[in-house]
């Protein structure tokens, strides 16, 4: 008698741990490879983050990067090019896809030149969204008309309130999407004793947006190149929803909240704060100029740690 109550105890354990710790198989009921989407939007709920108190934070920089998707480390950002693959989507997809569910956005500064951005100002309204996203830039293909044009990215019924992702288009417009903007604080916690470093706010870039001509100054053109601006926290639900593709290694699963997170992207500087509220193109004019500098800053922000440790 004491042997089966052994045994019956014994199994009630083995359920009950079963039913804490679900194990999920690899392969769905259909035999095909699981898509993970119900632990992403799960796990989307409680993003990391750590809390640092305003009094902890004794040196700042606000820093400009632009990631261009053409060297190797920022591929999997720009890959799959189809907006029709059921596992995975390129961060651009992935931003259109929380344009449509809401996400706000914020139109660049009226001056041209001026990439920060300004979040103090209204979002942008969301009428206005699908003429950015607009592949017609001549305006005599498209009829204009925010909820039907077949050469805008996203359709918008000012009736329904709804937003329409439109495929039609999305592959000639993303042949050309092929950098973002970042802005990251870099900043150092007395409390850790260490510098640490936060992406504010990130905009997407589109060459043909402009027309170029050979005397245009480097910031001007990089400024007719932002589409729009958005809050980066904002983002990060929907990137944490969302893994990125893999080149090496299918299992090696990373979300796009981890690639950003971990550093992943490699990216150049574009400028800092400064008195002055310039960025580097400003004061230095040729490639090797702007070169030297940008070593010179990123060298200053690596040295930056070593001399506030004395906090």
Not at 4 to 30: E, M, R
Not at 71 to 100: C, G, H, R, T, W
Not at 101 to 113: A, C, F, L, N, R
Request: glycine content about 4%; some cysteine; hydrophobic content about 40%.
């Amino acid at each position: 008698m004491k042997k089966v109550c052994l045994i019956i105890f014994a199994l009630l354990g083995i359920t009950t741990i079963h039913a804490q710790y679900q194990v999920n198989s690899f392969f769905d009921d259909k035999g095909m490879v699981r898509l993970e989407t119900q632990e992403l939007s799960e796990a989307a709920d409680t993003l990391v983050s750590i809390f640092h108190r305003a009094d902890d934070v004794v040196w700042s920089r606000v820093v400009y990067r632009i990631v261009d998707m053409r060297f190797k480390q920022n591929y999997q950002l720009y890959n799959p090019v189809s907006s029709e693959d059921p596992q995975f989507k390129s961060l651009f997809l992935v931003m259109l896809n929380a344009i449509q569910d809401g996400m706000e956005v914020y139109e660049k500064s009226s001056d041209i030149g001026d990439v920060k951005p300004y979040f103090n100002l209204p979002p942008m309204p969301r009428e206005m969204i699908p003429t950015v996203l607009n592949t017609d830039r001549t305006g005599e293909l498209g009829d204009g008309d925010i909820a039907t044009s077949e050469y805008m990215l996203l359709n918008y019924d000012s009736i329904t309130k709804e937003m329409r992702f439109n495929n039609y288009s999305y592959k000639g417009f993303v042949r050309n999407q092929l950098k973002y903007m970042i802005q990251e604080i870099i900043f150092f916690d007395k409390h850790y004793s260490r510098l640490y470093s936060k992406i504010l706010a990130i905009a997407p870039m589109h060459a043909d947006n402009i027309t170029y001509y050979d005397d245009m100054p480097i910031m001007e053109a990089i400024y007719g190149q932002i589409l729009f601006w958005v809050p980066f926290d904002a983002f990060r639900p929907y990137m944490a929803k969302q893994y990125i593709i893999q080149s090496d290694n299918n299992m090696k699963r990373v979300t796009f909240d981890d690639f950003f997170l971990k550093k992943l992207y490699t990216s150049y500087i574009v400028g800092t704060s400064n008195v002055y509220d310039r960025m580097i193109p400003d004061f230095a004019k040729t490639q090797e100029e702007i070169a030297k500098e940008q070593e010179r800053v990123e060298w200053e922000l690596l040295s930056a740690e070593q001399d506030l440790w004395e906090y």
